[in-house]
């Protein structure tokens, strides 16, 4: 038995050291056959591979495709042993997909095909129209649990459900008296009576209470089988007490309040009432709700992603922001915000729990940025974890949090798999998702990365807000009265070079109009390649920070291939603050605080998406992002206010 085992564990060892090399060799021949193709035209390289070298065409594009998309995740597919079919089906896959994946792959789950076909899936059934999918994926998920009991014990189960449903619906249906709802309490009650047993029977009878320690520990369908045996359980009783606790339970109930029916139906799939509960695609909100969803910020800097999500319905609970500055510039801005100067590491967010529907911030980038030193983990001020920590103290509806794309390069992928497993196991579905200003309406070109998570009751509602390409802006109309304050000859011409210039995108698509690239907060000289986008691609010059405007003799001075400058106020309206916001601090500070900021029109389409999910509305998002520019025959929107009244002589280096 012994030399059996040692048999077994030599071969392993043995196994796993040849999966790795097969890993490593495969790499190094991607990147030297991307090294070759730097050096010699494509074709020659082609040509040679092929005659001198034994490999074919489809081989060739394969390992190129490998160099280029996974070749910063050497370390992780190595150390994983990842197969060579694997390594082929990530390089094919698309990036979302491939990002999840690889973020798996690091975290030491198995992770084989099969795996990577159902998250395939997955991602193609986010896609599907909201009330298909959630009928659907509740059905399947209430199947699995059910079969550990009794199939056969389903079918009442749904029929009689259904039947409840209509009752209840039928409490606030319109013409109803106001006698009809305590009428109709017996009916239901008896209903649910009958159905207990019935969910016992499929489900089983033992179920913590939302106010029990086990509740936190569940999965999301074992929490939601909870909430159903409660809610059948408190309607089966709502016939019983005092003849005035009576009415004010058939008042709720004829009041149109959908809890129970909302969790009936999707627990139950049942598409019919679905149908009821969600908006119709053809009626659309162009004005927010009046109910304010609660939020929590952490690292809200300057407070960009605060004023985006104010305008999308939220109301802020606590804002965490440790630099001063910062600090200072959102209590300038909006007295009434609950802004805490802490160090967020220090802070208990238990004492939150229950009282947030969204945790979010802009998570510092510095650690993860292209622009630094890319430490990751190794920076003291990497606080992804911290976030994560955050979330599962808290436990909210959803979260968001803001990153740069150097957060997903391969070096870091052990501690963003560390972060996304911290989520996955607080009970979130997490979705990493693309996001650039430029689609909304900023003339800036700003790629980020999200993470957005909700849980699972809620995460099939949530889609991304759409692009807007009609929208695109561009830095030559959005600065062109603070270019010409100082009677600059030449800002008319500078103006239409930024309209007419030329750029394809990544899809191929070419569009005119010059756009910024992503603000930092420094003002030293940029180097020679910066400074030479910037010029070509914006017509601006990053470098420095300049206290005006240009001038005619500030021109002459430069000489005829003159670059103008950004001042805090223009740096501050690329980044989407309103003119009137006030910022606190000297100028350097100031500076960082734009560059770190989320645009707060980005943020507030976020914010309306999550709203969406989170009350299953649906919002005519341009309308709502663009009310000045509705047309007559569409309702404008109260937004809260953008722009805080103050004297214009208080404001501090801007």
Request: glycine share 8%.
């Amino acid at each position: 038995m012994n030399d059996t085992a040692a048999a077994l564990s030599k071969a392993r060892t043995d196994i796993i050291r040849m999966r790795r090399s097969i890993v490593e060799n495969t790499m190094k021949l991607a990147a030297e056959i991307e090294k070759l193709e730097q050096q010699i035209p494509v074709e020659d390289v082609q040509e040679f591979l092929t005659a001198r070298c034994g490999l074919s065409a489809p081989d060739i594009k394969l390992y190129g495709k490998i160099s280029k998309r996974l070749g910063g995740y050497t370390g992780v597919l190595t150390k994983w042993a990842a197969s060579y079919e694997m390594i082929k089906a990530l390089s094919s896959a698309r990036e979302n997909i491939r990002g999840l994946a690889l973020a798996n792959i690091a975290s030491g789950r198995r992770f084989d095909l099969a795996d990577l076909r159902v998250l395939r899936r997955q991602v193609a059934e986010r896609q599907m129209p909201t009330r298909a999918f959630i009928a659907s994926s509740r059905r399947r998920a209430m199947k699995t649990i059910a079969t550990r009991y009794a199939e056969e014990a389903l079918s009442p189960f749904e029929s009689g459900a259904s039947d409840l449903i209509e009752k209840i619906a039928a409490l606030s249906a319109p013409g109803v008296d106001a006698a009809s709802p305590a009428r109709a309490l017996p009916a239901i009650a008896e209903k649910a009576k009958a159905l207990v047993p019935q969910f016992e029977a499929a489900f089983g009878s033992s179920h913590p209470r939302r106010d029990q320690p086990e509740w936190r520990t569940l999965k999301p369908m074992a929490r939601e089988a909870a909430s159903i045996h409660q809610t059948l359980r408190n309607l089966a009783k709502v016939t019983e007490g005092s003849q005035q606790a009576v009415s004010d339970r058939a008042a709720k109930l004829a009041t149109g309040s959908t809890g129970p029916l909302n969790m009936l139906a999707r627990f139950t799939g049942n598409v019919d009432f679905m149908s009821m509960m969600l908006p119709d695609p053809k009626k659309t909100l162009t004005s927010l709700p009046a109910k304010r969803l609660r939020v929590l910020e952490l690292c809200a800097g300057a407070g960009g992603m605060a004023l985006g999500l104010e305008a999308a319905g939220f109301e802020h609970v606590a804002l965490v922001e440790f630099d001063k500055g910062a600090a200072a510039t959102m209590r300038r801005n909006r007295p009434h915000w609950p802004v805490i100067q802490k160090d967020l590491t220090t802070i208990d967010f238990t004492q939150y729990a229950g009282k947030v529907d969204l945790v979010c911030g802009g998570l510092p980038c510095q650690a993860f940025s292209e622009e630094g030193k890319g430490k990751g983990k190794d920076d003291k001020r990497d606080l992804l974890l911290e976030g994560a920590r955050a979330v599962r103290e808290i436990q909210p509806r959803a979260f968001l949090f803001e990153n740069v794309r150097g957060s997903l390069f391969g070096k870091h992928s052990d501690q963003i798999a560390r972060f996304l497993k911290e989520l996955n196991e607080a009970g979130y579905d997490v979705q990493i998702v693309d996001i650039n200003t430029q689609d909304y309406g900023v003339a800036q070109n700003r790629p980020r990365i999200l993470f957005v998570g909700l849980r699972t009751s809620d995460r099939r509602n949530f889609e991304m807000p759409r692009k807007f390409p009609k929208r695109r802006a561009h830095v030559g109309d959005v600065l062109y009265d603070l270019m010409a304050a100082n009677g600059w000859s030449d800002v008319d011409d500078w103006a239409e070079y930024c309209r007419t210039v030329t750029f394809e995108l990544d899809d191929g698509t070419v569009v005119e109009g010059a756009q910024a690239f992503t603000l930092l907060g420094r003002k030293g000289k940029a180097r020679e390649f910066e400074a030479l986008r910037w010029a070509r691609g914006s017509g601006l010059d990053p470098s420095g920070l300049p206290n005006e405007a240009p001038t005619d003799e500030l021109a002459r001075r430069k000489g005829p291939n003159f670059i103008p400058g950004l001042t805090l106020r223009m740096r501050a309206r690329l980044q989407d603050f309103p003119d009137r916001y006030e910022f606190v601090g000297g100028k350097s500070s100031v500076a960082q605080q734009i560059g770190n900021a989320v645009a707060p029109r980005m943020a507030q389409a976020v914010g309306l998406a999550l709203y969406a999910a989170l009350e299953h509305v649906k919002f005519d998002m341009e309308a709502i992002l663009w009310p000045e520019d509705l047309p007559k025959d569409r309702v404008s929107v109260e937004a809260p206010s953008l722009e805080p009244s103050f004297d214009a002589q208080e404001v501090e280096n801007v």
